[in-house]
């Protein structure tokens, strides 16, 4: 059934590419910066509750954040898409244990943020400012907020970061837009549309945002988690990752998916920070 919708998107919005290329890729980058907006659970709120919280201001959008006290290094947290902070519950559970001051946010449009659009590049300034204001040293992005991690590290390269964990994260923009073309089955008017505007809004093509080669000249030690299974973000990517990133170490689990939600996982980010 949602194959079924996806695709009849698609062929409106293809539709309408012979009227107005422009429209039809305006109404295509909507839909792909528009997460969905889900409400949190009881059991997301009261967990969320029991941290000190506090919102920040970024350019008129209130991005959310969380905070558990500890006397050890400051640890940020940054999920993924249409996701929020609560995604990190197990593992904040063991951070706390050892006694590290733990940070999470909420992205733009997701969680208790406010916004109603959100990419990678906006991503990447509000972990920059959650970062700066608590001092982060170790920075944990899963999927897009792994890629906006990256990005976020390219440009601002904070003195008080020493570590990156990129869990499942997408290493290349143009790989996250192609799959994004395939899947709703764009023509190439509609691609192409999108591709100009998003040069006229950020005065960069698509494969300029490459968080892999970004990170190519860093000696910030990083650790890379990727799923052979993953069914959202390629291997591939992981091994991209790799190629370039010179002082990471790349884990590949096997059956965890893309969203590797396991104990293993937690325990191999814990051994990576401790050490």
């Known amino acids: 059934m949602k194959q079924i919708l996806v695709k009849t998107i698609g062929s409106i919005i293809n539709l309408t590419s012979y009227i107005s290329p422009r429209f039809a890729g305006k109404l295509a980058l909507n839909l ?4 969905r907006r889900i409400k949190l659970k009881e059991i ?3 967990f969320l509750d029991t941290a000190f919280i506090e919102d920040i201001n970024y350019e008129g959008i209130n991005i959310m954040t969380y905070r558990w006290l ?9 999920h993924g898409w249409e996701s929020n902070s609560f995604r990190w519950r197990d593992l904040i559970t063991k951070l706390k244990e050892l006694d590290y001051n733990i940070v999470a946010l909420d992205a733009p449009a997701h969680g208790n943020s406010s916004g109603k659009m959100f ?4 991503y990447s300034e509000c972990i920059n400012i959650v970062a700066k204001k608590f ?3 170790i920075v944990i992005g899963h999927s897009v907020g792994g890629m906006s991690t990256a990005f976020f590290q390219k440009k601002y390269q904070l003195p008080t970061v020493n570590k990156l964990v990129l869990l499942g994260a997408p290493s290349n923009f143009l790989g996250v837009f192609e799959r994004y073309v395939n899947m709703m089955s764009y023509n190439d008017r509609v691609a192409n549309a999108m591709n100009s505007l998003l040069f006229e809004r950020f005065n960069k093509k698509p494969e300029f945002f490459n968080a892999a080669r970004f990170l190519e000249n860093s000696d910030i030690e990083g650790l890379l988690i990727h799923d052979k299974r993953d069914k959202i973000i390629p291997y591939s990517d992981a091994e991209d990752f790799k190629n370039f990133y010179k002082t990471s170490k790349l884990i590949t689990t096997e059956g965890f998916g893309h969203g590797l939600r396991s104990e293993e996982v937690n325990n191999h980010i814990v051994d990576f920070i401790t050490t």
Not at 32 to 35: E, G, L, T, V
Not at 119 to 122: F, R, Y
């Open 32 to 35: 792909f910066s528009k997460p």
């Open 44 to 46: 997301e709120r009261d």
């Open 70 to 78: 500890g006397k050890k290094e400051t640890v940020l947290l940054a």
């Open 119 to 122: 990419n990678a590049i906006l």
């Open 135 to 137: 001092k982060a040293n």
